[in-house]
């Protein structure tokens, strides 16, 4: 018998035939049509202050990514890029100028010129980048004895911090043995003012115990710093009555003047006379720099004595500037060779005439 179909059934059994053939025909996709991913940077990390990663999302060229000027931090930031190398798709900078900064930080670092494996240049990037600075504690590097007034008695200690801080008085330190009557500071430096003992005591080693409270850097309060032992000896320099403590390289002004009349003797060699001594010995050899720049140098012989210019003799310039209502500023720049009472004496003479002091002039010590 003969079986009949209907239209439906017809239209039916098409319609299946053709979903099981589109189900065992494998797709096939235009490879125009996957596009390939840009350049872009996946993440930056500062691993510590001298290295950043920057880690990109594919494959790069080796010679555009190495590049140590496709890589520059904002200017006011303070760090640049010093040199570059390749790991797989990450590039570790090298950097310089975190380790200048005392607290944390965000930096803008640019990425641009970089290429990808196929030498497609990616768009330029702009990405922050944090750096965790851990806090620095403040310490006491050097703690030195003093005898201001050269009388055999110890009457100062100087305290040199780690970092500069603020707020520094007398009642943040006990000095054992002797009462600290006053406290000044200039940069790292404090120097505590005490009470003289009724005997010779240059010799003691006091113990500096930090019990206030002061200030660093960022304004953070700091309550709580270990104890120093004071160092044996002492430097006391006296410039005409000033006395500088504590920095081996010294750097001060000798202000000298002439009176409006003075005119320069016939047949003299004026030269500035520099007499140096620790501990009433001369100082032998030592090499110093004066003027601008302390580009000029000069050194004491076997007495401790250096002259000034060594060669020549002061000019008729410097004679009419010395002649000046203020007088003129000569600066000295020296390093101590060890710890000690220096005295450093600067005098205009005539050097033809047994070293004669100059009648008139005076002169002015300060710190420079």
């Known amino acids: 018998m003969k079986r009949k179909f209907s239209k439906r059934n017809v239209l039916m059994t098409s319609l299946s035939a053709a979903l099981v053939a589109s189900a065992l025909t494998p797709s096939v996709i235009s490879a125009k049509s996957v596009k390939e991913p840009k350049l872009t940077v996946k993440k930056v990390t500062a691993v510590n202050t001298k290295t950043v990663v920057v880690e990109f999302n594919k494959a790069v060229d080796k010679k555009s990514a190495v590049k140590v000027n496709n890589y520059s ?11 570059v190398t390749l790991s797989g798709n990450k590039a570790l900078l090298t950097i310089k100028g975190v380790e200048k900064r005392t607290a944390s930080f ?8 970089v290429k990808d494996n196929k030498g497609k240049v990616m768009a330029t990037t702009k990405v922050n980048v944090s750096f965790k600075i851990a806090a620095k504690a403040v310490t006491l590097t050097k703690v030195q004895t003093l005898d201001m007034n050269k009388n055999g008695k ?13 707020g520094v008085d007398k009642a943040d330190f006990n000095v054992e043995g002797y009462t600290v009557t006053n406290a000044s500071s200039k940069g790292l430096v404090t120097t505590l003012t005490l009470e003289e003992q009724a005997t ?22 700091v309550k709580s710093i270990k104890s120093t032992q004071t160092t044996a000896g002492f430097i006391a320099v006296n410039l005409g009555g000033t006395s500088l403590a504590f920095n081996t390289e010294q750097e001060f002004i000798v202000n000298a003047k002439l009176p409006e009349t003075f005119t320069r003797p016939a047949g003299s060699e004026l030269k500035f006379k520099v007499l140096i001594t620790k501990d009433g010995a001369p100082v032998k050899n030592l090499t110093f720099g004066y003027l601008a720049g302390y580009a000029l140098e000069s050194k004491t012989n076997s007495q401790g004595i250096a002259y000034v210019p060594e060669v020549d003799q002061v000019s008729d310039l410097s004679l009419t500037l010395l002649k000046m209502a203020e007088g003129y500023p000569v600066p000295f720049k ?15 003479v005539d050097h033809k005439a047994n070293d004669a002091a100059v009648e008139g002039a005076s002169y002015k010590y300060a710190l420079k």
């Open 200 to 221: 010779s005591d240059l010799t003691a080693k006091p113990a500096v115990t930090f019990v206030g409270e002061v200030k660093d850097g960022t304004g953070n309060v």
């Open 154 to 166: 110890l009457d100062a200690v100087t305290v040199q911090f780690s970092e500069l801080v603020s």
């Open 106 to 113: 965000t930096a803008a670092l640019t990425v641009s010129k």
């Open 334 to 348: 020296m390093k101590l060779p060890s710890v000690g009472n220096y005295e450093i004496k600067v005098e205009l």
């Open 73 to 83: 931090f904002a200017k006011n930031s303070g760090i640049t890029v010093t040199k």
